[in-house]
């Protein structure tokens, strides 16, 4: 079975594949800006306009102190600093897309505004009240104990912080044997509907919760991001190997089913810290 620690080591997306196209597309490396990495490290649904989603949901403002929870490469934590003045910890528990993140974020200058540790989201320790905002996307589907993350989410953000995240939702018609699937391909053992996650953050103190379907938006990003990966077979295959790229396409088709036929969506959350 596939862990998380390791499912985003042999990532299509990762940082030499993104330095590659941005020198592919003529930007010599030593001239590589924070805006140019968004065309291609931004390794979450609907690039910078789902990121502008949630900073709008939040009333995030320069100066606020953000954290992201599962940072992965690091492109968020980025936009967010150059784009809207905000100083940002990204956490993220796979050591390899720390590293990556870093020496990304160095390369553009941005160190001074966006900083990066290795931690388990279940298990937060960021101090207490230190936060006014938090957000994540499409990272909670890979953490068993969802209520770990989301209490200690609630502990880091300041009296009045905003919590913005997007992530999987299972319906009714998901099945025991898609599940498993999941479990074992896409480290996400624990697959929860849009419900669930409204309850979970209302019993861990969060008030003004807000819930908006993504799914059928989804299913069009998805099938757009299939074709996307299955471009970039050259560079998996010479990168991790003819095996790991027919593997990652394979689960990824099996993935877009599910979402085609409506067994799994997409949604976004709000919600507030007293």
């Not at 196209?21 to 800006?33: M, P, Y």
Request: net charge negative; hydrophobic share 40%.
């Amino acid at each position: 079975m596939i862990t998380l620690k390791t499912f985003y080591d042999e990532h299509p997306i990762n940082e030499t594949e993104i330095i590659e196209k941005l020198e592919a597309d003529g930007i010599a490396r030593d001239a590589i800006k924070a805006e140019d990495l968004t065309r291609y490290d931004q390794d979450h649904y609907g690039g910078v306009s789902a990121t502008d989603a949630l900073v709008k949901a939040l009333a995030m403002e320069p100066g606020m102190h953000v954290l992201d929870i599962c940072s992965g490469m690091g492109g968020t934590s980025r936009y967010l600093a150059y784009r809207y003045g905000v100083t940002v910890l990204g956490v993220d528990i796979t050591e390899s897309r720390v590293e990556g993140a870093r020496r990304l974020t160095e390369m553009v200058g941005l160190d001074g505004k966006v900083i990066y540790e290795v931690a388990d989201a279940s298990r937060l320790d960021v101090g207490e009240a230190r936060f006014d905002r938090a957000i994540s996307q499409e990272a909670f589907l890979h953490i068993p104990d969802k209520e770990a993350a989301v209490s200690g989410c609630f502990r880091a953000l300041k009296p009045t912080g905003g919590f913005g995240f997007t992530d999987w939702i299972a319906t009714e018609t998901l099945s025991d044997d898609a599940r498993r699937f999941f479990a074992e391909t896409f480290a996400a053992p624990r697959l929860i509907g849009l419900s669930e996650y409204g309850e979970m953050l209302e019993a861990a103190g969060f008030v003004g919760v807000r819930a908006e379907n993504l799914s059928e938006d989804w299913r069009v990003i998805l099938t757009e991001r299939l074709e996307m990966f299955r471009s970039l077979e050259k560079e998996t295959v010479s990168r991790f190997g003819r095996e790991r790229f027919d593997t990652y396409i394979r689960n990824y088709e099996f993935f877009v089913a599910q979402i085609t036929a409506g067994s799994l969506g997409g949604a976004r959350f709000v919600a507030w810290k007293h």
